[in-house]
């Protein structure tokens, strides 16, 4: 155990090596009502995933929401974000800088928050039995090589990049990302140019302002869906094909157009 806790270092011409050794191929398959992803390496199946086509997500969706309750006992608010059951938000997971409070002994869910009140979330957790969504204030939009914060001002960069790579992509970042908004950046923006990571950000901004408007001219018509994410088949070509892979192969004509 000790030594899978270790972290090694491993040198950008090892990382390269090993990246450029390994068959990786991604296969779409889609039947029998369900989409399977499967990623293979020197075909041995390393990663797999699956959903029905009837199963609908709501992970990663963003609400404008009508507090229904706060409850200061449980630290948490049920919000209305328009599907019959109310959908919980925890008091760490309330972003109060947008909700205007500075000071660390402040932070009370009661202070942020008041039934009626309308508010930006999003889905981290699809509700399951009797249990609603879970939910966050602490937006984020995922892109192609990063992930964009918003309303953080962290940065974040994979610990799966070599150092060098690090280094270079954090030089990049600091010249293209708007000093309001912090990113997380993936494994795939390994070797990534400037112009791609600077298109990714530009994208993602302006999505973010898209959402803005849209909840500020829809206040009195909350709840609202201002987003929803792809399906799986999407998500998961967006989040992890890379140049890393050498072939895509899909099975099943919808998702193949898609």
Partial sequence: RQTGRRRQIVSEAEFLARRESVDRKMVIREAGGHTQIAVLEDGVLVEHYVSAQAQVSMVGNIYLGRVQNVLPSMEAA??????????????????????????????????????????????????????????????????RYLVLVPEGGMTGISRKLPEPERDR??????????????????????????????????RLTAQWEAIQEKAAKSSSSAPLLLQGEPDLAIRVVRDIFNDDFGSLIVAGSPTYHE
Avoid: C, H, M
Wanted: proline share 3%; no cysteine.
């Fill in 169 to 202: 992509l954090k030089r990049v970042l600091r010249q293209i990302v708007p000093a309001t908004s912090g990113v997380i950046v993936r494994t795939a923006a390994a070797g990534a140019t400037e112009e791609e990571l600077r298109t990714d950000v530009e």
């Fill in 78 to 143: 049920f919000i209305d974000v328009g599907k019959g059951r109310n959908a919980v938000l925890y008091a760490g997971e309330v972003n109060w800088d947008a909700a205007g409070i500075e000071s660390a002994s402040s932070r009370r869910i009661e202070q942020a928050l008041k039934p009626n009140d309308t508010v930006l979330v999003q889905v981290t957790k699809d509700p399951i039995g009797q249990k609603g969504a879970r939910l966050t204030s602490q937006i984020t939009l995922a892109g």
